[in-house]
Each structure stands twice: as structure tokens, then as C-alpha cells.
């Protein structure tokens, strides 16, 4: 008598406990990151192309349908953003400041906050070379 060899079930493994859950969706959204790179290529080639090229791109992304991406782009990144901030206390080494632990939530929130204040820089900037 042969007996079969047991075979874990794999379909729908990640949906069974929400911290799966949490990593799909976070890994997810690097397939958004990814198509916003190509976004970003394709203005950099069309303005290899010349000034036409440069010129439709640009009108692509003042369509009603580019905004939608955009917003939707915005916050599936806040997702990611603060999904990878809130795992970064477990991928670091203890962080100990005048002979104290410093706190996971501490660690997430200053991530949070260096993020947030790095985009509002880059805006600032951005805004003053605009002509």
C-alpha cells in the first residue's frame, strides 16, 4: 500500500491572517511605484523626442484620466510610505538614546516625519525654480 504524500493547500494563504494581508497589499504597491517610473521614462524620452513630443506628454498629464492616476498614485504611495516606515523598528538594530530604548512608534513617527518634511522641501524647491 502506497500512501500520497500530504500537500499543503496554497490557494488563498496570504488571505487567512491579516498580517499577510498587510504584507500583500504592501507589496502590492510596488507594482504602482513601478508604473510610475514608467510614467516618469516616458516624459524623459518624449523630451529626447523634441519639443512636440515634451509638449504631448505634458498634455497627457493634464488629462482628466492622468489627474485620476495621479491622485490614486498619491495615495497608494502614502500607503507604501508609512507601511515600510511602520516596519522599519523591526528591520533596525535597537536604537538607544541617554541609556533609554527608544520606542517603535517613536522610530515610525520620526520616519513619517523626515519623509513629510523631505517632500515639503522638494516642493519648496521645486516652486522657486518654477519660473
Not at 516618469?40 to 489627474?67: H, K, N, Q, T
Not at 541617554?98 to 522638494?122: K, Q
Amino acid at each position: 500500500m502506497v500512501r500520497r504524500t500530504y500537500t499543503r493547500p496554497m490557494e488563498g494563504w496570504w488571505r487567512r491572517d491579516p498580517f499577510f494581508v498587510r504584507y500583500m497589499a504592501r507589496e502590492a504597491t510596488s507594482l504602482f511605484v513601478e508604473l510610475y517610473a514608467l510614467i516618469l521614462l516616458a516624459g524623459v524620452v518624449s523630451l529626447a523626442r523634441g519639443p512636440a513630443a515634451y509638449e504631448a506628454w505634458l498634455a497627457w498629464l493634464a488629462s482628466p484620466f492622468a489627474i485620476l492616476l495621479h491622485v490614486l498614485l498619491f495615495f497608494v504611495f502614502a500607503y507604501h510610505t508609512l507601511s515600510w516606515f511602520r516596519i522599519m523598528p523591526k528591520t533596525m538594530p535597537p536604537v538607544v538614546v541617554a541609556g533609554r530604548a527608544v520606542g517603535p512608534r517613536a522610530i515610525t513617527g520620526a520616519g513619517v516625519a523626515a519623509a513629510v518634511a523631505a517632500s515639503l522641501a522638494f516642493v519648496a524647491v521645486v516652486a522657486a525654480l518654477a519660473p
